[in-house]
Antibody
Framework: QVQLQESGPGLVKPSGTLSLTCAVSGGSISSGNWWSWVRQPPGQGLEWIGE???????NYNPSLNSRVAMSLDRSKNQYSLKLSSVTDADTAVYYC????????????WGQGTLVAVSS | QAALTQPASVSGSPGQSITISCTGTSSDVGGYNFVSWYQQHPGKAPKLMIYDVTNRPSGVSTRFSGSKSGNTASLTISGLQAEDEADYFC?????????FGGGTKLTVL
């Protein structure tokens, strides 16, 4: 059973860059799945940020496209998210999630990590 | 503002059935059979309950079922149990991204 674990700073300053990593265990990140990030502001709904495929191809939410970058680190079996020029609106629980059948639904999730944007 | 519209809350008594609706447009829910449903208990990560409108992942109870008509998808939970009390989110494929509903809080009375 594949397990996902997010890590990264819990506090980021406004206008800074949010950086998170998702460590994958129990399976290879190069195994043909899709790897996504989804966020949830406190008390609110879910927002898909984007996905990176096992090949390294990326697909980002158009509403965040200019600020988002995702990458794979095959040597560490993990993938990463960078979100630049953050504001209060980026405060959220950030989840990494895996898709096995198709990229648009998520069958395995990390526990989530809260990132607050504040000075 | 969420792209898909869900009722804020629904409730039912143990043993009853409830249905949660998810309304979109012809560009998302109505255009593709790629609607998914997630269950989220407080402080926990979402859990996939239904994918591609009607399919249940292995291990999900047969009490959960999905359907779609036009631009509206629905999640039905039969034989309500206390453990079903949670937030439920729908999502849909679009050509460029995944969109979610605002979520529905299910209360088991």
């Amino acid at each position: 059973q594949v397990q996902l674990q997010e890590s990264g700073p819990g506090l980021v300053k406004p206008s800074g860059t949010l950086s998170l990593t998702c460590a994958v265990s129990g399976g290879s990140i190069s195994s043909g799945n899709w790897w996504s990030w989804v966020r949830q502001p406190p008390g609110q709904g879910l927002e898909w940020i984007g996905e990176i495929r096992y090949s390294g191809t990326t697909n980002y939410n158009p509403s965040l496209n200019s600020r988002v970058a995702m990458s794979l680190d095959r040597s560490k079996n993990q993938y990463s998210l960078k979100l630049s020029s953050v504001t209060d609106a980026d405060t959220a629980v950030y989840y990494c999630a895996k898709s096995t059948g198709s990229w648009y639904y998520f069958d395995n999730w990390g526990q989530g990590t809260l990132v607050a944007v504040s000075s | 503002q969420a792209a898909l519209t869900q009722p804020a809350s629904v409730s039912g008594s143990p043993g009853q059935s409830i249905t949660i609706s998810c309304t979109g447009t012809s560009s998302d829910v109505g255009g593709y059979n790629f609607v998914s449903w997630y269950q989220q208990h407080p402080g926990k990560a979402p859990k996939l309950m239904i994918y591609d409108v009607t399919n249940r992942p292995s291990g999900v109870s047969t009490r959960f079922s999905g359907s779609k008509s036009g631009n509206t998808a629905s999640l039905t939970i039969s034989g309500l149990q206390a453990e079903d009390e949670a937030d439920y989110f729908c999502s849909s494929y679009t050509r460029t991204r995944v969109v979610f509903g605002g979520g529905t809080k299910l209360t088991v009375l």
